[in-house]
Every structure is written in C-alpha cells, then in structure tokens.
C-alpha cells in the first residue's frame, strides 16, 4: 500500500465536514489513525474508558493484533485529543465502557464500528481530496505514520515501538524506502546527461 504526505494527510482531513455527528467522529477518526498509525481493527476495538493520562500525557489503551488485552498504548497528540473530546462532546452522556467510535445510523446507533466501515470512512476522505487509487486504503494511513516518522528523524527502535512491530526488521524496510527517497542518485545522472 502506498503511503500519503502530510500535506495530502491534511488535504484528507480537510475534506471532512465536521457539521455532524458523524462528521466529527470521522474527523477524530481519521486524525487518530493518521498521527498514531492504529489499524483499522485497534481502531473498531477501541472504548470510551481506554483514554488515560500517563504522567500527565495522554495516552489510548489499544489492543493489538494478535492481542488478547489491552496492554499497549499511542499517545494522543493535543489536536487528536481535542477531536476525540468535541466528537464526544456532541456525541453526550455515554457509559465509559462504550465504543469509543460509534455508528451514526439509525439501525445501528450507538453500537461499535466495523472494521469495513473504519475503513470505508478513511476512503472516502483520501477520495474527497482527491486521492483515489486502489492502492490507497486505511491502512495507508498507518504506512503514512510511520514513514512520516522515520523522515522525521526518529530512531528505528522509536519507530518500531511507535508502529508496535514486533520485529524491527519490518521497521528497516520502511527506512530502506525513506533513504531511497532521500537518495539523489537520479537527479545527479539525470543532470550528468541532460545539464547543458
């Protein structure tokens, strides 16, 4: 899967309307997944109750693939965090163990997303922004996380740990890539030949 720039991951989130309900929950959907590099299925998994603060930072408790707990956690940036409060805000009184990200419908008000509708939700906002190619999905996102990481400057052990990799030599292939992308190696042949 291909992986977005920030500056596309922007346009993707600006092309959400925040006028509704579900267009706030979309809004904080799409923002969380972005900035952490959650997949779709931590996402659905997620409760109201699994936000806490770690010494003052806060933090969603996820539970991984392959996961039978709750035992990892992403840090919430201070503008997911704010998406995720306005969406429940709107959304009102809850209990703490509710899904965090609810359908909308009138058929399944309430009642926890899918993975196929996590999914959908990301697509149409790449879609709106005009990003629409078979190889961009949800899981675009996460690739986009973690190359966004890595160009950054952030350690490959970070990294890894950020992407909850159980090896890192999934993490290096992702910094292979961003060290290709870096490399000038085309540029400068292309000059050699066509330079004046």
Wanted: positive net charge.
């Amino acid at each position: 899967r291909d992986a977005l720039s920030a500056t596309q991951l922007k346009a993707c989130l600006q092309s959400i309307s925040r006028d509704s309900l579900e267009g706030l929950r979309n809004y904080a959907m799409f923002s969380l997944i972005a900035t952490t590099g959650l997949r779709t299925v931590e996402v659905a998994r997620a409760d109201v109750w699994d936000i806490r603060y770690l010494q003052g930072i806060p933090c969603l408790y996820i539970q991984g693939k392959g996961r039978s707990s709750k035992s990892e956690f992403v840090k919430l940036s201070p503008q997911v965090l704010d998406a995720i409060t306005e969406y429940l805000t709107a959304r009102g009184q809850v209990q703490d163990d509710a899904p965090l990200f609810a359908s909308c419908s009138r058929r399944n008000k309430g009642q926890r997303l899918t993975t196929r509708t996590v999914s959908t939700v990301c697509k149409r906002a790449m879609v709106s922004a005009g990003y629409n190619s078979r190889r961009l999905t949800a899981h675009s996102l996460r690739h986009s996380a973690v190359t966004l990481a890595l160009m950054a400057g952030m350690s490959l052990q970070d990294v890894c740990a950020f992407a909850r990799h159980r090896n890192i030599a999934t993490t290096m292939l992702y910094a292979h890539d961003v060290e290709r992308l870096k490399s000038q190696c085309e540029a400068s042949v292309s000059n050699a030949i066509f330079a004046a």
